[in-house]
């Protein structure tokens, strides 16, 4: 019920004689065109976007800078020494078994599995009263390079038929399939053109949500605008679907329809940025709506109803959460009864399990698990292996048993069966990798920031290590979007940590560590904050001698691929390695691509005068100057319809123009690759082969076999 040519140079980028890299100035960039007279005007400010050219992804011209710099790029990565030993081991350790959370649906446990390299993890079922699995659907039959995967999947509830939905080269369109469970046979249903979106079965058909189709291409930079929902009956006709809601006026609305476990509620959700939503409810059977909140400003998971009472998670007067009762027959929320109050801690979310309740809280960044009646009487806590997250707890009202996940940054995820009637766990499968994990400890260290606030930073290193100042450490960062970056094991890590580094990550303002005023201390007019946080970790770092500015790199992804060049542009000189991937860099533009608009919650916009001018403050396309710049390896994907690629390829040649020091300024451009998700495992190998070797390469580190014995 739950809820992104003309080639210049053909000579090596190196010497011949020691391997080492020549200096910038030897590096003959690709040559881009600029466009002096693109200027624009905000509030009196005049703003030029010299390379706005570069936003065009299907221009001819745009695709021959992307193979130049491509070229650039690869040559310089190919005569980097430990490239390929980096990639040999990554393959090697990355190549152990790995199964997900499994859940129970009708007769079913379904569970994902990938073998080892599998370009992508295939969907396995069996019966529970057996012991054997088989394959429900394998996505690695959907292409022969791997770049086509499962992007979503529902079950119907008498767990007859899978609507599964297949995403291509990482894009977040997808296309909607069915599969019979029961014989094997892929039906005829086909449905295009659909984007943010969950599969919610009613009857004999299920609700999504999709856009009209776009203009041909633009598939992947056009604003989405007017969302719709559907219910599709099967065996029918995409163009038969019936639309259950949508609204002209309101474009940048965003719509979705669940159901009750039992079917008798459908509950409509609408969001017109990335927190805040209207939720809405009626009885099967009926047309008209009612709403419980209209205002944008609040959130609400629907967690089960027992008859006419719905259990519904909100941050309604609990900027940490609560759980609530609501009599849909009144439904004001005056009327509503609180059954789990707001805590210190961060209520992260609530799982049926028969019946009682299961909360999952974040305290200080790691999961606590409490069991609580249907009245709200704690029954105790789960106890948990160690310090870690769980990512996945799986569980029913139907059934006293559940699964749940474990992890942290030295431990791969393992899979524990809880028994909520006897308050027990126990190991229902755990992996073998090829990495010693005990070899590693995990600290939890708070810095200061600018301000006085407490920011909590795990450091991640081999037991021993002496802390002189000259380790090689990488530290990552997102800090947006309410969204909580926790201890969670990456197999890409594990190479980086045997090498003798120290992997860092700060829970920096603007996500959910704390709760709501946490991630609104990062937002908008106090977006500064979240750089602040970031650079404060840097130095908490080098003060601690963990390290120092010769030997640390920086990395964040999409928002904290933003972060990463915020930083790069106010403090060069404090790292020697920036690594912005998927970034959001053009904050004055970053509203008229895909969904970018909706991202206005956290970022503010340019259309306003006071939010133009903080955004034009920081906003890393327009804060590079001629000055020296750590190296930096810029990474985007070419079918990123999340964060349009135009971001990285405008920063990624303002930086070549201005940069003054001898450090490289690179991009590297997956091709038929998009934000990150469904990436094939081949490509991923490459992808964070290529990341290590550019940060071993400029952090002065060798690779040394460190295999499990």
Not at 626 to 653: E, I, L, N, W
């Amino acid at each position: 019920m739950k809820k992104y040519i003309i080639v210049a140079c053909v000579i090596s980028l190196f010497g011949c004689s020691d391997g080492k890299p020549k200096e910038q100035s030897e590096i003959n960039y690709p040559e881009t065109r600029k466009d002096t007279t693109v200027i624009d005007d905000y509030f009196g400010v005049k703003v030029a976007d010299p390379y706005r050219w570069l936003e065009d992804d299907n221009a001819p011209e745009t695709e021959a800078w992307v193979k130049a710099q491509n070229k650039l790029t690869y040559d310089y990565l190919g005569n980097i020494p430990q490239r390929e030993a980096i990639k040999t081991r990554l393959a090697e350790v990355w190549n152990y078994e790995k199964q997900s959370t499994p859940w129970k649906k009708g007769k079913y446990i379904f569970f994902y599995k990938n073998d080892g390299v599998q370009n992508q993890s295939v969907l396995y079922y069996k019966d529970t009263a057996t012991t054997e699995a088989k394959i429900l659907i394998n996505p690695n039959e959907f292409s022969e390079d791997g770049t086509t995967s499962l992007g979503g999947l529902s079950i119907s509830s008498d767990a007859k038929y899978g609507a599964y939905m297949v995403s291509k080269a990482g894009s977040d369109w997808k296309e909607i399939y069915v599969l019979n469970i029961e014989t094997g046979e892929k039906l005829d249903d086909h449905i295009e053109w659909v984007k943010f979106s969950g599969m919610n079965w009613q009857d004999d058909g299920f609700y999504y949500a999709r856009y009209d189709a776009p203009k041909k291409g633009d598939e992947f930079s056009a604003s989405n605008l007017n969302h719709k929902v559907y219910y599709h009956k099967l065996g029918t006709q995409q163009v038969d679907d019936r639309l259950i809601m949508e609204n002209p006026e309101r474009p940048n609305w965003n719509f979705g329809l669940s159901t009750s476990d039992d079917g008798a509620f459908e509950f409509l959700w609408i969001s017109e940025s990335t927190s805040g939503y209207q939720l809405a409810f009626r009885k099967k059977g009926t047309e008209e709506f009612t709403y419980i909140d209209t205002t944008f400003t609040h959130e609400f998971s629907v967690i089960d109803n027992v008859g006419d009472l719905l259990y519904v998670t909100t941050n309604v007067d609990a900027p940490k959460n609560r759980l609530v009762r609501i009599d849909v027959n009144n439904p004001s929320p005056e009327n509503w009864e609180e059954i789990i109050p707001e805590t210190e801690s961060v209520l992260r979310s609530v799982s049926v399990c028969g019946n009682k309740f299961v909360a999952q809280y974040l305290i200080d960044v790691s999961t606590q698990l409490i069991v609580f009646d249907k009245d709200g009487n704690s029954l105790g806590e789960v106890k948990l292996p160690g310090i870690g997250i769980t990512k996945s707890f799986n569980s029913s009202s139907k059934s006293n048993q559940a699964f749940y996940s474990f992890e942290n940054y030295t431990t791969p995820s393992s899979t524990y069966e809880f028994n909520v009637s006897t308050m027990e766990s126990t190991l229902y499968w755990i992996p073998k990798i090829d990495f010693n994990s005990d070899d590693y400890q995990c600290d939890k260290v708070f810095c200061e920031s600018k301000d006085g606030t407490k920011i909590p930073m795990f450091t991640t290193y081999k037991k021993g290590m002496k802390m002189d100042g000259n380790n090689p450490a990488f530290l990552y960062g997102y800090g947006g979007f309410n969204i909580s970056k926790t201890p969670t094991f990456s197999v890409e890590n594990t190479v980086f940590l045997e090498n003798g580094g120290i992997y860092c990550v700060a829970s920096i303002r603007g996500g959910g560590e704390y709760g709501e005023a946490w991630h609104k201390a990062g937002t908008k007019l106090q977006k500064q904050n979240v750089f602040d946080d970031f650079i404060a970790a840097a130095e908490y770092l080098i003060a601690e001698k963990y390290t120092n500015s010769d030997k640390l790199a920086v990395h964040g992804r999409s928002n904290g691929g933003l972060l990463i060049g915020a930083v790069m542009t106010q403090r060069p000189e404090l790292f020697q390695v920036c690594l912005p991937k998927v970034g959001v860099l053009d904050m004055l533009r970053y509203h008229q691509f895909t969904i970018g608009r909706a991202w206005s919650v956290d970022y503010g916009l340019s259309e306003n005068e006071e939010e133009f001018k903080y955004l034009y403050g920081y906003s890393p396309l327009h804060n590079v100057k001629a000055v020296d710049y750590p190296a930096t390896m810029v990474q985007t994907g070419d079918h990123d319809d999340r964060v349009v690629p135009a971001h990285s390829f405008k920063f990624a040649a303002t930086l070549q123009e201005q940069n003054t020091s001898g450090n490289p300024m690179l991009i590297r451009v997956d091709v038929n690759a998009g934000h990150g998700s469904g990436k094939p495992v081949s490509m991923q190998i490459d992808e964070f082969g290529d990341t290590w070797a550019f940060v071993f390469h400029h952090l002065g580190m060798e690779i040394k076999t460190n295999k499990k014995k």
